[in-house]
């Protein structure tokens, strides 16, 4: 009776060990499958982006600083901005 039990017990670690390295396989495989697919995104984004909503030149994408990807596909979305910044800081100052 013991020895049928210690053999249950190899076999359900066997089938976990295999489980797991078939685990692990999949996250690499789809770690690798989105780093290829994000190369190729960028580019389909600032395209979308310039048809869709009419950005042109070389400004940043509003959604390039929520998503941590500051693309340059668009017009300068910030340089109005550190205009009207830059203008509060010297009439401080004075």
């Keep these: 009776m013991l020895p049928l039990y210690i053999l249950a017990l190899k076999m359900m670690a066997l089938k976990s060990i295999l489980l797991g390295k078939m685990t692990l396989m999949l996250v690499a495989f789809n770690i690798l499958r989105n780093v290829q697919q994000r190369q190729m995104e960028d580019d389909h984004n600032s395209r979308v ?46």
């Design 49 to 94: 982006a310039a048809e869709y909503y009419g950005y042109h030149d070389d400004g940043i994408e509003y959604g390039g600083w929520v998503n941590r990807r500051r693309a340059f596909s668009g017009r300068s979305a910030t340089s109005g901005v550190r205009q009207q910044r830059n203008q509060r800081s010297s009439r401080r100052r004075r």
